[in-house]
């Protein structure tokens, strides 16, 4: 079975970090497209990084630009997210996705 573990939110000041990772097993990430996506009370699921696991090159969407960094270790089967600077409106559950796949999410509460 395929099973992605994410782990590393929590509760922070704005100007803050926090360091998200998900460790997947029972697949190989050479094969997929790798990302972050959060999702905020009342809004829609967003993505708002992803990785290439071919290349490395790295997208990200503009109000993370700077702050954020997404990183993978295809032989670990790890993603991690570092979120520097975090803002208020960054609170939200942060999930990350392998090709279909998704983890269990991740609550990031950013406090002003």
């Known amino acids: 079975d395929v099973q992605l573990q994410a782990s590393g939110g929590g509760l922070v000041q704005a100007g803050g970090s926090l360091r998200l990772s998900c460790e997947a097993s029972?697949?190989?990430?050479?094969?997929?497209?790798i990302g972050w996506f959060r999702q905020a009370p009342g809004k829609e699921r967003e993505v708002i990084s992803c990785?290439?696991?071919?290349?490395?090159?790295?997208y990200y969407i503009n109000s993370v630009k700077g702050r954020f960094t997404i990183s993978s270790d295809n032989a670990k089967n790890t993603v991690v997210l570092q979120m520097n600077n975090l803002k208020p409106e960054d609170t939200a559950v942060y999930y990350c996705?392998?090709?279909?796949?998704w983890g269990q999410g991740t609550q990031v509460t950013v406090s002003s």
């Open positions: 996705r392998v090709g279909p796949y």
């Open positions: 990785i290439s696991s071919v290349d490395g090159t790295t």
């Open positions: 029972g697949l190989t990430f050479d094969d997929y497209a």
